[in-house]
């Protein structure tokens, strides 16, 4: 199973659990609807992308709605202390909510005693939390943008709002020295995929590649670009890829599914997210052998 | 035995702290915070911190935002909200202006918010990870600047700040550009 949690921006959705799919132009899951937008709502779609290409199981969501006060995060944060050794999902991947240091380590705690480990994903605000609780190390794959790569970097920063200034006061070519800093500092995980002018990969702090083409600038202005790589990422893993080769090829996609949308500033992720079949078809087998060994688990 | 069994009680850990000139202040912070479902804890400030009372209010930092209005909404008088490690003093301020030729992003921190020059109409916002930025992002897009929701009045978290800052950059662009 690959299960993925986050908030979602409706205050009087409970806290739900299920397979999810779509229902047009949404998302549904548990006879509860919502938007394919930026937040869990991209990460989620993009997930489905794939496991719709290859064929997989769909992805199994936790989410809640949250506008920001906490609650529903809280929910969510709950429920999989209290069940992931049950659901023993394969694939962990965490997404919007509020960061809490003491929830998300009873969380790692949590995960600990499975029987199995899933492999832990995080992005957005439960990024800040694994990074602020100190349990980065814990975590398989984060997937930073550039100042999320400094915030990583600054020990003492416990959300990216409040880094130091000549951390964040850097362009994307010294994202290698960001790198280094954070894996010195055990503030990184296995593996960075650092979202950018040029995509970093990066595996126990070396460098493995970098993805620069197609370039498409007016990505980094349409909201919800970051996570869909976040959710390519959770799904190319579940289907059996080694994390560097699911993070590399998310970058790919994620670039080329913009090259074909041909947005502008203004483009809604949506547009984006609907170019993914088209991307698989064209380059996937190019890039990764998943197109003929589809390494996802039969359950 | 179970009689003597005590409910283990949730830690919490804070990340920033509210200070006060008093102690009925800091008293009445804790007592708003905790009605309004705050993880929150009341805590000696360090030495280095202290601005009046021995006591202080721990929060969860990211939420300082929705925390200073709420102060505000039921008259509760603090000193200053600060990050409880001493190396992270002050909120990022630097402003990257990226142009698209019709639109311009504005990036504030972690957080960006793009805008038709023409119109003034607020086309995309991105970056952040806290719950109320897809909020902002729904709220957002398709109204005019002077015209949006302000990030800061709708929103609880550090992002949410962040994309306020933003915005108010956005605006003095626009209205340069305007008067021009």
């Known amino acids: ?299 | 035995m179970a009689f003597l069994r005590r409910r283990e009680k949730a830690a919490f850990e804070g990340d920033g702290l509210v200070l006060f000139a008093d102690v009925q202040a800091a008293l009445k912070a804790e007592r708003v915070l905790k009605r309004a479902g705050h993880a929150i804890s009341l805590v000696a400030p360090p030495p280095r911190l202290r601005k009046g009372c021995d006591l202080a209010v721990a929060i969860n930092l990211v939420e300082q935002p929705g925390i200073e209005r709420l102060f505000e909404e039921k008259d509760v008088y603090y000193v200053a909200i600060v990050p409880l490690n001493e190396e992270c003093s002050e909120l990022l301020d630097i402003v990257q202006v990226t142009d698209f030729g019709n639109w311009v992003m504005v990036k504030v921190g972690n957080m960006k918010l793009s805008f038709d020059k023409g119109s003034g109409v607020i086309v995309n916002t991105s970056g952040g990870g806290c719950p109320d930025i897809p909020v902002m992002h729904a709220e957002m897009i398709g109204k005019k600047l002077d015209e949006a929701p302000k990030p800061k009045e709708i929103g609880f978290t550090l992002c949410s700040l962040m994309l306020h800052r933003a915005l108010e950059e956005c605006l003095r662009l626009w209205q340069g550009s305007e008067r021009q």
């Open chain 1, 1 to 299: 199973m690959m299960l993925i949690a986050g908030t979602v921006p409706d205050k009087d959705m409970p806290l739900t659990v299920g397979e999810i799919g779509f229902d047009g132009d949404y998302l549904a899951v548990g006879g509860h609807r919502f938007p394919c937008m930026q937040g869990t709502g991209a990460m989620v779609s993009a997930a489905l992308a794939v496991t719709a290409y290859l064929k997989l199981n769909r992805p199994t969501v936790v989410v809640a709605g949250d506008v920001g006060e906490g609650k529903g995060s809280r929910a969510i944060y709950e429920y999989i202390i209290q069940n992931v050794k049950s659901l023993a999902p394969r694939v962990l991947a965490l997404h919007y909510w509020l960061p809490d240091m003491a929830l998300t380590r009873r969380l790692c705690e949590a995960v600990e005693k499975c029987d199995e480990r899933p492999i832990m994903i995080a992005d957005a605000a439960s990024m800040y939390s694994a990074k602020a609780a100190g349990m980065a190390p814990r975590f398989d794959v984060f997937t930073p943008d550039a100042t999320e790569m400094a915030f990583l970097a600054d020990p003492a920063a416990t959300h990216p709002a409040y880094i130091a200034r000549h951390l964040f006061d850097t362009d994307i070519t010294k994202t290698p020295q960001l790198v280094d800093i954070a894996y010195r500092n055990k503030n990184a995980p296995k593996v960075l995929l650092v979202k950018g002018a040029i995509d970093y990969i990066v595996r126990d702090g070396k460098i493995l590649e970098t993805v620069s083409e197609p370039n498409v600038p007016a990505l980094e202005a349409i909201g919800g670009t970051g996570d869909t790589i976040t959710g390519l990422v959770a799904a190319l893993v579940y289907a059996g890829l080694e994390l560097q080769e699911a993070a590399i090829v998310a970058a790919k996609a994620n670039r080329m599914a913009g090259k074909f949308a041909n947005p502008t500033p203004a483009t809604k992720v949506v547009e984006i997210i609907r170019q993914f079949p088209a991307v698989f078809r064209e380059y996937l087998c190019e890039w990764s052998e998943v197109c003929r060994t589809r390494g996802g688990e039969s359950e």
